[in-house]
């Protein structure tokens, strides 16, 4: 009997604010232990929580980029249980009245991973839709030391964003691609930086199979511990087959929470989950209702900027990009910020691109601290485009500016590449090339349109190769006739 | 009369003048706490040598310059020990001011000493103390009242020109009467929480005791208005509080609900409010009988709304990061139910359990949901009497002080101390209680006047009025 897996995703995303979920402290990775921290964060006895009003308007911003429905209304909540690493022993959470609801996240053929994108199977244009999305405080971060433990209480009360999907995906590589766009779009929308590594962005996948054809979900499990994206993809490569295995075999799947162990290449069992938790959640009374619809989404609004469909679609339509192309720009908003800020010196479009993608990424060049000023690619291909250099002149250019980060007019002057221009002089070494290679132009004359190729090789000896071979052409064509 | 016995009203005009010396003033409160706290046991810490170095520095151009003041043991005081009367608190020290405070510090005042209450300000008596009992200063036997008990007794015993005290479902309010001084309950938000430990988020509120309506007036020009650190404070500007004292009480219209006036309200109590409501009259305020239809469930409201606040702020004493850590070594499940055992007095215990419960999946629906609701019924039996009366008049205890271990082993009739000020916190409204009498026992009575949101104007000028025509301040305890 075939199986089918049924993938549901909640994705904890860190909202990119100044200051914490709920109190003034500086937001921010890292950091000397429990030193961004005071009375709030800590949970001292008489603090009291303030609305981070840069994290509603964010975390309206994503509901907008991933189409979701905002609450005219919403409202926080305590959600009740024992943990050191939350000092209140309740979290301020969403529970009736979260942010956003519904939405989805469409899955394009350039998320999923690199090697499926070339096979069959009809990848693109599923939609995986969404839940909700509530905003809470992140908890502190425990540390496990020998015969101690120890808690940085910088982390607790960053605002979180929580992303729930439904059960919409059927194997590891949708899973993957949905990863991949949600936080494509996060980091597009500026909303996170989304780094898995910093735990800025956290999964936990909720994953059943089913006989194809069978309506009612398998009992689920719940899979931690993942940290990357590409692990999600690992852990349920390997969790469906242990299901299927487990269910044809006449087993029965438990409801349980998984750990991902990655240098294994398995799930373990964590936990059986024998009853619900009781969260006695309320409505949190020191923090009032919020209402978005009297300016904080309309500030959202201003925030959303052109989504990563939209701009390969500009790319293409304006600059007459490939689908390549424009997808590879696109893909990591500040490489489509640097392409845009190229095009503001040159409208060289292809030639931007090329160089870009051709050239400058097989460098590897950190995406985040580009080292070259974007202006230079549309520099060089102002020269070439004006026919100041040629192509290959312009491969030269590019080592250059790689290695030493210096402008292309700087290198081009200080090589002495610049072509021969003076039309003049080119007229001069045309003639001689016509009076010194009659077999080629009588062939040219005959209809051998590729014996200009000797006449134009000519012309570029006499100039040291610093002639533009288009301009050439266009002279011994005239020449020609 | 000696200094610790005058109002910040007169005190103040004799610093301004330099008659007296801030100091004089300190001093002559510590010498007052030396000699009658021992009896009264309204404090539980006193710093002398910090009071009379703040008694130096003080800026006497300042509203309350030079004024000693008494905290209750819950409001966050920097440098401070703040226990809330609990052995789960004992040696934590507060890191930062409550607003309150900070707006104390900025109006000149001296900080005296922090005072005694029912634990995490849970009980009407101040018996639920885990240091001590405090004792009423008119019958040394008798209980003064809670939760802010302390607060109450200092004011009342002269050992402190005023305090601080806070109010869930009547802690200020009912011990101000108990002990025959001026306890105000300002509408909710108008006062800061910030800095205040929680006990239920919806009700609590701080407010003054004072000797005078007139000096209520000036403490809560103080300590109101908006706070940036506390989502849940008004922005309502805050008006000239004393401005209001001088109008006079003609034309205003005066509800008595009947409500409150039922089964279980003592004699004496009964008789003094029967000649403060004549006396209204006979000044030409217009007396309407009126009525708050959903009393009778104000208790049971409030038992599982402030129970179910009450479980989750409490939550966060677990020993983990600060206060009483259980000796017992193990995981942390183990360290939390170890701690909070050993540090939670029973009542506490009781409380949380309660609140617990009411929230518990399956439960929740039946207790916490509807309780909300039918607060929401409470709310709108006020809203609804403010459009025909400017203020409630009311008892504020159903009787006078009783003796100290009497209802104890009762929490249900310990609950019941409270049946004429819990709806005030419900509704979010604001109440004052003034002395009006003695009981028969010479024992104070209070009434309570109630006024609608954000209208403690109102309440001054109704309170003032009745004070300066009766004789009730004048009175003080004899040791």
Known sequence: MPYEAVIGLEVHVQVKTNTKMFCGCKNEYGGEVNTHVCPVCLGLPGALPTPNEQAIVKTIAAGLMLGCDIAPICKFDRKHYFYPDMPKNYQITQFDLPLCLNGGVLLEKFSFPKDVQKEEQALAGKKVRLTRIHLEEDVAKSFHFEDQSGIDFNRAGTPLMEIVSEADMATPEEAFAYLTTLRQIMVYGDISDADMEKGQMRCDVNVSVRPVGQKEFGTKCELKNLNSISGVRRALQYEIPRQIEVVSKGGIIRQETRRWDDAAGQTFLMRIKENANDYRYFPEPDLLPVRTDCGLKAEAETMIPELPSQKKARFMQTYGLSDYQAEVLAQERPLADYYDEALKTSIQGVLIANYIINDFLATNPDLTNLPIPASHFGELAELVGSAKINSKQAKEVLLEMFSSHQSPLSIVQEKGLEQVTDLAELEIFCDEALAANERSVADYKSGKMGAINALKGYVMKKTKGQANPGVIDEILKRKLI | ?479
């Open chain 2, 1 to 479: 009369m000696s200094l610790y016995q005058e109002t910040i009203a007169s005190l103040r005009r004799k610093l301004t003048a330099k008659e007296i010396s801030p100091t004089e003033l300190v001093q002559s409160l510590l010498q007052r706490i030396e000699s009658v706290d021992p009896k009264v046991n309204g404090y539980l810490r006193v710093d002398s040598e910090k009071a009379l170095a703040q008694a130096k520095n003080c800026d006497l151009s300042k509203p309350l310059g030079g004024i000693p003041i008494a905290i209750k043991d819950n409001i966050n005081e920097k440098g401070e020990e703040c226990t809330c009367a609990s052995q789960i608190l004992v040696g934590y020290q507060a890191p930062y001011d409550a607003t309150v405070i900070r707006k104390l510090k900025e109006a000149g005042a001296i900080l005296l000493g922090r005072t005694n209450m029912d634990e995490f300000a849970m009980g009407s008596s101040t018996e639920h103390s885990s240091f001590k009992k405090t004792s009423n200063p008119w019958k040394l036997d008798h209980i003064p009242g809670g939760s802010s008990g302390g607060s109450a007794a200092v004011v009342a015993a002269d050992e402190a020109i005023a305090s601080l005290g806070s109010d869930t479902g009547g802690s200020i309010r009912q011990p101000a009467a108990l002990c025959g001084c001026v306890g105000l309950k300002p509408t909710y938000g108008r006062v800061s929480r910030y800095g205040l430990v929680a006990f239920a988020s919806s009700l609590d509120q701080i407010g003054p005791f004072t000797k005078t309506v007139e000096d209520s007036a000036l403490m809560l020009q103080a300590i109101a208005g908006q706070d940036h650190y506390e989502n849940t404070s008004r922005p309502v500007a805050v008006p000239d509080y004393t401005a209001s004292l001088q109008q006079p009480v003609k034309g205003l219209r005066i509800g008595i609900p009947k409500e409150y006036f039922g089964e279980g309200i003592d004699h004496d109590v009964a008789d003094a409010l029967q000649k403060s409501i004549a006396w209204y009259q006979s000044q030409g305020a217009i007396i309407k009988e009126i009525s708050l239809p959903h009393t009778h469930a104000a208790i049971a409201v409030y038992y599982i709304i402030a129970t179910a606040e009450a479980s989750a702020n409490l939550a966060r004493f677990d020993g983990v990061r600060y206060g009483h850590r259980t000796s017992t070594v193990g995981d942390p499940l183990t360290i939390y139910r170890k701690s909070r055992a050993e540090g939670f007095g029973p009542e506490v215990k009781r409380r949380i359990i309660l609140g617990t419960y009411v929230l518990s999946s399956g439960y929740a629906d039946a207790y916490y949901n509807r309780a909300q609701k039918v607060r929401q019924l409470l709310r709108r039996d006020f809203v609804t009497a403010f459009q025909e009366c400017d203020v409630l008049l009311t008892p504020t205890s159903p009787t006078p002080a009783f003796k100290a271990g009497e209802k104890m082993n009762d929490p249900l009739k310990m609950y019941l101390a409270d049946i004429c000020t819990i709806a005030v916190n419900l509704a979010e409204v604001c109440g004052i209680s003034i002395p009006c009498g003695f009981s028969s026992n010479q024992l104070p009575i209070g009434l309570q006047l109630i006024g609608p949101h954000f209208q403690e104007g109102t309440l001054f000028r109704a309170a003032h009025a009745y004070e300066q025509a009766h004789e009730w301040v004048k009175r003080h305890p004899q040791f």
